[in-house]
Each structure stands twice: as C-alpha cells, then as structure tokens.
C-alpha cells in the first residue's frame, strides 16, 4: 500500500473511530438520565454495541501498531474502558497521522 493510500485509510478509520465514540458517549448518557427504564436499558445495549465495534476497528493493523507501542494493551472488558482509553488512542492515531504525513515524501 502507498503512504498516500495508508494515510488516507487511516484517516478514514480515525473519522469512524471518532464518530463511532461520540454515539458511544451520547448512549452512555442516555443510559443514565433516560427517563423510563427501556430506554436506559436500549441505550446501555448500544453502548456495548459500540464498544464492540470500536475494539475491532482498533484492531486494524495499521492503527494497531500506532496504539500498542511497549504498553499493554488490555481489550478485556474493553466496553468498560472505552471512555478512559479511547481520548488516548485516538491521540496516538493523530501522532501516527502526522508521523507519516511528515516523512511521505522519503
């Protein structure tokens, strides 16, 4: 894969990771204020949902590598952590970005 083509995927796979969290934090939200307790429960469903789909895109191997570095890197559970855990990934995923955009030309 050329770096353009690399950094265009893993600027797409940031976007959906992002938007992805953002609905993760709206239904974490939902499940704590809705008023009835169908739509706490529907709303905690999706977070996991969510949580579930933001741990496989993480696992792509070219955001993967960015993520892991010599840290562990625990996806147990991974549904309970994903509002501590998630800000971070996707800081190092912006550093990957600019590490790669900064050398595309070598």
Avoid at 32 to 61: G, H, V
């Amino acid at each position: 894969m050329s770096k353009e083509k690399e950094i265009l995927e893993i600027e797409r796979i940031k976007s959906v990771l992002e938007h992805h969290f953002e609905r993760y934090m709206s239904y974490k939200y939902d499940s704590k204020t809705a008023s009835r307790k169908k739509d706490r429960e529907r709303a905690s469903d999706q977070m996991i949902t969510l949580a579930d789909y933001l741990q496989k895109t993480l696992y792509n191997p070219l955001i993967s590598s960015a993520i892991i570095d010599e840290n562990q890197f625990q996806f147990e559970d991974f549904w309970k952590y994903v509002e501590s855990d998630m800000p971070s990934y996707l800081i190092k995923i912006d550093s990957l970005l600019e590490n790669l955009k900064s050398n595309k030309n070598d």
